[in-house]
């Protein structure tokens, strides 16, 4: 049972993150990202073999994109506690295949990182090699726009337009500005288990999220530029620049008042349903990371999905974020619902109560010391 919770907190908190290991983290000595960071991957770890070179803080994400494009868990490829080994066949064969990837890229697409795990093996292990009839059970239904296509954007509204009409949904650029703290309670929901969670949240890009599970709190931080992660009885981990950047978006978009400015450019690339409903598709670049796509209800004008990368050696891991139940507190519209999900985990945060423009202290978001 304890055994079962840690994995859940683990699982909460990776995907809260953007990682599904943060167990491994304790396996490793390095705690915190500020020694990884100028260090590569075969400096930290025991035995990297085809990932020399990349920086340490990188490892994870690409174990992550791995685990996500074979729809496996760590297991298949590790054994409990002794990931440096060589025991599993299944891990042997990926360094081949990661080799082969590179190699693929290189010869084919200049470099390019055109063919990932996921090209091929689409959330199995064993790639399925003949077509499959349409309709039929196990076929997967991924659609992917792709670079080469060319986004068909006749007739939509201009991206001043959409962004224009969420600023107004959620109450106006002036109302919004003024809100610059929340304390929020709440319920998160992994399956069919719940856990009390608050979250603190403070303009423009400090927030903390604490999950309280039986065995311990399990936090989520980010503190403008750092970001980490505690889940109990283990030592602190930063996050990688990606993750964190990745975090700050999330924390930023919770006071959206000056939305434009956290992009560099917007486009308006389609329209799209979720769940019925028509939304407008505005993708968001900033340099050096990747792209974001935000997903605004045609009819409300409201925020529903945010989209959104972190980059790894081997390729981008996917976060989707659902927002719901949009409530005016203090004529300012803010979701109290929302909808994290990975390729491998997924769960809802509801929220109950909630108190705007109380101070926050700073140590709130401070990294606790080893
Ligand atoms: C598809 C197989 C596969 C999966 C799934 C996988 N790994 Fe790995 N892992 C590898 C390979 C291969 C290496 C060695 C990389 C190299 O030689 O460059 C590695 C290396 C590692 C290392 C470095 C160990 C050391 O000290 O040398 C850690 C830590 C690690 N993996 C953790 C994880 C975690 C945590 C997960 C689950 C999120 C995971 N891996 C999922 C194949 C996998
Ligand atoms: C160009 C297509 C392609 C790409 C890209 C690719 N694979 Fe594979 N992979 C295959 C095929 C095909 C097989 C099955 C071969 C077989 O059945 O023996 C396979 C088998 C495997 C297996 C063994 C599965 C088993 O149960 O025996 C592992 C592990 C694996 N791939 C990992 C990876 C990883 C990790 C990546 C990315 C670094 C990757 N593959 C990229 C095509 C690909």
């Known amino acids: 049972m304890r055994v079962r919770k840690i994995m859940l907190a683990t699982c909460v908190a990776g995907a809260v993150l953007g990682s599904g290991a943060a167990r491994v983290w304790t396996q490793s000595t390095q705690s915190s990202a500020a020694t990884s960071v100028s260090r590569t991957a075969d400096q930290v770890y025991k035995n990297i073999q085809v990932l020399k070179g990349i920086p340490a803080d990188q490892l994870m994400p690409s174990m992550q994109f791995m685990t996500a494009s074979l729809g496996v868990q760590c297991d298949y490829c590790h054994s409990e506690n002794a990931f440096e080994k060589d025991d599993k066949e299944t891990k042997q064969r990926a360094r081949k295949m990661m080799r082969m990837m590179f190699a693929i890229n290189k010869d084919n697409f200049d470099g390019h990182r055109e063919v990932t795990c996921y090209s091929c093996h689409r959330g199995a292990n064993k790639p399925v090699i003949t077509p499959i009839i349409s309709g039929e059970a196990g076929r997967v239904a991924v659609e992917e726009r792709t670079s080469h296509q060319e986004p068909n954007t006749l007739g939509l509204p201009g991206v001043d337009q959409i962004v224009g009409k969420y600023l107004q949904?959620?109450?106006?650029?002036?109302?919004?500005?003024?809100?610059?703290?929340?304390?929020?309670?709440?319920?998160?929901?992994?399956?069919?288990?719940?856990?009390?969670?608050?979250?603190?949240?403070?303009?423009?890009?400090?927030?903390?999220?604490?999950?309280?599970?039986?065995?311990?709190?399990?936090?989520?931080?980010?503190?403008?530029?750092?970001?980490?992660?505690?889940?109990?009885?283990?030592?602190?981990?930063?996050?990688?620049?990606?993750?964190?950047?990745?975090?700050?978006?999330?924390?930023?978009?919770?006071?959206?008042?000056?939305?434009?400015?956290?992009?560099?450019?917007?486009?308006?690339?389609?329209?799209?349903?979720?769940?019925?409903?028509?939304?407008?598709?505005?993708?968001?670049?900033?340099?050096?990371?990747?792209?974001?796509?935000?997903?605004?209800?045609?009819?409300?004008?409201?925020?529903?999905?945010?989209?959104?990368?972190?980059?790894?050696?081997?390729?981008?891991?996917?976060?989707?974020?659902?927002?719901?139940?949009?409530?005016?507190?203090?004529?300012?519209?803010?979701?109290?619902?929302?909808?994290?999900?990975?390729?491998?985990?997924?769960?809802?945060?509801?929220?109950?109560q909630m108190q705007q423009g109380v101070p926050i202290e700073d140590e709130k978001f401070a990294k606790p010391g080893p």
Request: no cysteine.
């Open 169 to 352: 949904a959620i109450g106006g650029t002036e109302a919004a500005s003024k809100m610059s703290t929340r304390i929020q309670k709440g319920t998160l929901t992994v399956g069919s288990e719940h856990f009390p969670v608050e979250v603190l949240a403070k303009a423009p890009t400090k927030r903390v999220t604490t999950v309280r599970f039986p065995g311990g709190d399990s936090v989520t931080a980010i503190n403008g530029e750092a970001g980490w992660l505690s889940t109990p009885g283990r030592p602190v981990h930063g996050m990688s620049p990606s993750e964190a950047d990745a975090a700050r978006l999330d924390a930023e978009l919770f006071f959206p008042s000056t939305l434009p400015q956290f992009f560099k450019e917007l486009h308006v690339e389609q329209k799209e349903q979720i769940n019925g409903d028509e939304t407008y598709v505005v993708s968001g670049i900033r340099d050096n990371w990747p792209p974001v796509q935000l997903y605004f209800d045609e009819k409300s004008g409201l925020l529903v999905r945010v989209l959104r990368y972190v980059e790894s050696p081997l390729g981008r891991n996917p976060t989707q974020i659902d927002y719901a139940d949009y409530h005016d507190e203090g004529g300012v519209k803010t979701p109290f619902r929302w909808t994290v999900a990975r390729p491998n985990a997924r769960f809802t945060i509801q929220i109950e």
